[in-house]
């Protein structure tokens, strides 16, 4: 029988990432590959501790029904990390992917056009297309994006929403300027596009000052999107939307018909973490082991690599964006590296039109030191 699947599924291409998730899971391969948190640093003695609080209150309304946007406790605590911002404006999702899910399903009808960087985070990309958006992408570099193009674009296409990871980007690890942020905010304001900020790394800050979010700068027309999938454990699956009101009624309509709620049991959990201030002395301890982890990819690469590649120095997340100059394709350099052993992302899957790109994405948060050290090694074997 010939099952007729929608054309956002026939036309959806296979994730490459969670390609090299399966051959690098069945395999001894070094993974710079996902964006996956180091699994040996989850604090799983508090989320035990909690789950015991929890189980002693003897509260069997824990596992009853509730509302869409989630538990209230979790929502205040998340709502005191900005400015001016109630509870009401705040709702709980299942991580920051079903929040970009509901932000689509809310506002996108047929040939919408949207605006991304380029490059840009895979899965978003892959999700937008489903919707048949019309994407249309802007130029990012170190400081941010192109301004000239995303005035015209602004101008011209009347997009429904201009998607930014402005800190620690995925892929690139790259972070906007105050500067950039002002002018696109300007922008924003100008034409009336809604700016969805998409924030999942901003806590891993190792070094330089606090950025200055969307959030604050544009609040009416800014969705902010979180997630403790960085910072506690992607499983728990919370992510949260901060937007105006109106916006958040909107989003938990769509949510309702998605799938109700999210399980209240670890929104719980995350919510004592916080009031207790154990999420914030967790992540300052994450802080610290990354740094080295960073550190130690950033000085493996630079000495052995020394001037064949180039790189900027990310000040926080999990990712080093490395053009391999020597190389067009750093598709080739994949196949290479992982006859090598080693595996990282080649950068053509980031950009919507998938273009060829010496530019490749390592990641260094689920290796150990020694991995590290030997993956990096490896990867110039490949490249020699
Ligand atoms: C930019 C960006 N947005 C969203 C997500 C999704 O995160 P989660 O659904 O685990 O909160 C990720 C995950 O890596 C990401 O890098």
Redesign the pocket.
Same mark, same amino acid.
């Given at each position: 029988m010939h099952t007729k699947f929608a054309k956002r599924v026939t036309t959806a291409s296979r994730s490459f990432t969670r390609t090299i998730l399966d051959l690098t899971a069945q395999s001894d391969i070094i993974s710079f590959a996902g &964006?996956l948190p180091d699994a040996s640093l989850f604090p799983k003695t508090l989320f035990q501790k909690y789950a015991n609080t929890l189980f002693e209150k003897n509260d069997n309304l824990l596992f009853q029904y509730s509302n869409a946007s989630g538990v209230e406790a979790l929502k205040i605590e998340i709502a005191k990390r900005y400015e001016d911002t109630s509870s009401k404006a705040i709702m709980l999702t299942? &991580?920051? %992917? %079903? @929040? #970009?899910d509901l932000v689509c399903k809310t506002f996108l009808d047929e040939q919408d056009c949207i605006i991304v960087e380029d490059p840009s985070?895979l @899965?978003?990309l892959n999700l937008f297309h489903m919707y048949n958006a019309d994407i249309k992408t802007v130029a990012l570099d170190k400081n941010g994006v192109d301004l000239v193009s995303l005035e015209k674009l602004f101008l011209t296409c009347k997009p429904k929403f201009f998607y930014t990871?402005p800190i620690f %980007?995925?892929p690139t690890g790259y972070s906007y300027t105050l500067e950039n942020k002002e002018e696109v905010a300007r922008l924003a304001k100008k034409y009336h596009v809604i700016l969805l900020e998409?924030s999942?790394?901003e806590a891993l800050r190792y070094e330089g000052k606090q950025s200055t979010s969307f959030a604050s700068l544009l609040p009416e027309l800014t969705i902010t #999107?979180g997630?403790?999938?960085?910072t506690l454990a992607?499983d728990f699956?919370?992510?949260w939307i901060k937007a105006p009101q109106k916006i958040i009624e909107a989003l938990t309509c769509s949510k309702e018909s998605t799938d109700l709620q999210n399980s209240k049991f670890f929104q719980h959990i995350a919510a004592l973490m916080m009031q207790n201030g154990d999420l914030e002395t967790h992540t300052k301890a994450l802080i610290k082991h990354y740094k080295t982890k960073r550190d130690t990819m950033i000085t493996a690469l630079e000495e052995t690599f020394g001037e064949s590649i180039s790189f900027v120095k990310p000040e926080g997340g999990m990712f080093i964006w490395v053009n391999f100059k020597n190389c067009k394709d750093s598709m080739q350099l994949f196949d290479k590296a992982i006859q090598k052993g080693v595996a990282f992302v080649p950068g053509s899957v980031f950009f919507a039109d998938k273009k060829v790109s010496s530019f490749g994405r390592l990641n260094y948060t689920n290796s150990s030191l020694e991995q590290i050290r030997e993956g990096v090694q490896k990867l110039y074997e490949a490249y020699l």
């Amino acid at each position: 029988m010939h099952t007729k699947f929608a054309k956002r599924v026939t036309t959806a291409s296979r994730s490459f990432t969670r390609t090299i998730l399966d051959l690098t899971a069945q395999s001894d391969i070094i993974s710079f590959a996902g &964006g996956l948190p180091d699994a040996s640093l989850f604090p799983k003695t508090l989320f035990q501790k909690y789950a015991n609080t929890l189980f002693e209150k003897n509260d069997n309304l824990l596992f009853q029904y509730s509302n869409a946007s989630g538990v209230e406790a979790l929502k205040i605590e998340i709502a005191k990390r900005y400015e001016d911002t109630s509870s009401k404006a705040i709702m709980l999702t299942n &991580g920051s %992917q %079903q @929040a #970009l899910d509901l932000v689509c399903k809310t506002f996108l009808d047929e040939q919408d056009c949207i605006i991304v960087e380029d490059p840009s985070y895979l @899965a978003a990309l892959n999700l937008f297309h489903m919707y048949n958006a019309d994407i249309k992408t802007v130029a990012l570099d170190k400081n941010g994006v192109d301004l000239v193009s995303l005035e015209k674009l602004f101008l011209t296409c009347k997009p429904k929403f201009f998607y930014t990871i402005p800190i620690f %980007q995925n892929p690139t690890g790259y972070s906007y300027t105050l500067e950039n942020k002002e002018e696109v905010a300007r922008l924003a304001k100008k034409y009336h596009v809604i700016l969805l900020e998409d924030s999942p790394y901003e806590a891993l800050r190792y070094e330089g000052k606090q950025s200055t979010s969307f959030a604050s700068l544009l609040p009416e027309l800014t969705i902010t #999107l979180g997630t403790f999938s960085k910072t506690l454990a992607p499983d728990f699956r919370i992510g949260w939307i901060k937007a105006p009101q109106k916006i958040i009624e909107a989003l938990t309509c769509s949510k309702e018909s998605t799938d109700l709620q999210n399980s209240k049991f670890f929104q719980h959990i995350a919510a004592l973490m916080m009031q207790n201030g154990d999420l914030e002395t967790h992540t300052k301890a994450l802080i610290k082991h990354y740094k080295t982890k960073r550190d130690t990819m950033i000085t493996a690469l630079e000495e052995t690599f020394g001037e064949s590649i180039s790189f900027v120095k990310p000040e926080g997340g999990m990712f080093i964006w490395v053009n391999f100059k020597n190389c067009k394709d750093s598709m080739q350099l994949f196949d290479k590296a992982i006859q090598k052993g080693v595996a990282f992302v080649p950068g053509s899957v980031f950009f919507a039109d998938k273009k060829v790109s010496s530019f490749g994405r390592l990641n260094y948060t689920n290796s150990s030191l020694e991995q590290i050290r030997e993956g990096v090694q490896k990867l110039y074997e490949a490249y020699l």
